[in-house]
C-alpha cells in the first residue's frame, strides 16, 4: 500500500514562492509516475505538474497558466517529489494533492491548503 504525505502549504502573498513536498512511501517510488493536483471550491481538480516513471510514454498537459512558473522536482533516493511554485497569483489558491499511479493503481495524499492573499 502507498503512502503520500504532503507538506509545505500555507498563506503567501502575491508574487512570492512556495515549495511543497509529497513523501512517497510502501512501493517502488521509481516505478511510478508522481503528479501535483489542485482544486479550488467550484473547480474541478487539475494537473499542474507531473514526473513520469523511467519508460512511461504517457502524455500529459498542464494549464498554461502554471508554465514557466510551477516545477516539479523528483528525488529518487528520498523518494519525495516536490512541487516549486514561484511567482504566485490569488488564483493558485487551491488546496494541492499529490499523486502516484502506475498501470494498475492509483494514490492521492490528503491534500495541503495554498491560500495566495495579500
Known amino acids: 500500500q502507498v503512502q503520500l504525505v504532503e507538506s509545505g502549504g500555507g498563506l503567501v502573498q502575491p508574487g512570492e514562492s512556495l515549495r511543497l513536498s509529497c513523501a512517497f512511501s510502501?512501493?517502488?517510488?521509481?516505478?511510478?509516475?508522481m503528479g501535483w493536483y489542485r482544486q479550488s471550491p467550484g473547480k474541478q481538480r487539475e494537473l499542474v505538474a507531473w514526473?513520469?516513471?523511467?519508460?512511461?510514454?504517457?502524455?500529459?498537459n498542464v494549464p498554461k497558466s502554471v508554465k514557466g512558473r510551477f516545477t516539479i522536482a523528483r528525488d529518487n533516493a528520498k523518494s519525495t517529489v516536490y512541487l516549486q511554485m514561484k511567482s504566485l497569483k490569488p488564483e493558485d489558491t487551491a488546496v494541492y494533492y499529490c499523486r502516484a499511479w502506475s498501470s494498475s493503481s492509483e494514490y492521492w495524499g490528503q491534500g495541503t491548503q495554498v491560500t495566495v492573499s495579500s
Open positions: 510502501g512501493r517502488s517510488f521509481s516505478t511510478y509516475n
Open positions: 514526473s513520469p516513471r523511467v519508460g512511461s510514454i504517457e502524455i500529459l
